[in-house]
């Protein structure tokens, strides 16, 4: 079974920075995308940025130019630096991959998810 544990989050003015991270354990062969969404109180579950295995990255609108989302494939590691934050991206982030897990007989491709990490800008 795999887990993912995101940190990072944490209280920050308008303006500042936070980095996330997110770190895959388990039975775990390969891993395809990674990526994070958001949640805000009150609204659906939001995408924010991903990556595949090669680096290749896409962001949604309101996150664009303002974070970049990196991996480390030997840490199973997954990244969110996060810049120039404002009032409206509070949130519980949360991390997911896509992950073939091995096992002794066979392989089987899963969707993980952590439980989240708070961020809250103040403005």
């Known amino acids: 079974q795999v887990q993912l544990v995101e940190s990072g989050g944490g209280f920050v003015e308008a303006g500042g920075s936070l980095r996330l991270s997110c770190v895959a354990s388990g039975s775990i062969f390969s891993i395809s995308r990674m990526g994070w969404y958001r949640q805000a109180q009150g609204k659906d579950r939001e995408f924010v940025a991903d990556i595949n295995k090669n680096g290749r990255t896409e962001y949604g609108d309101a996150v664009a130019g303002r974070f970049t989302v990196s991996r480390d494939n030997a840490k199973n590691a997954l990244y969110l630096q996060m810049n120039s934050l404002k009032p409206e991206d509070p949130a519980v982030y949360y991390c997911?991959?896509?992950?073939?897990?091995?096992?002794?007989?066979?392989?089987?491709?899963?969707?993980?998810w952590g439980q989240g990490t708070q961020v809250t800008v103040s403005s």
């Open positions: 997911t991959a896509e992950v073939v897990e091995e096992y002794s007989t066979y392989y089987l491709n899963v969707s993980s």
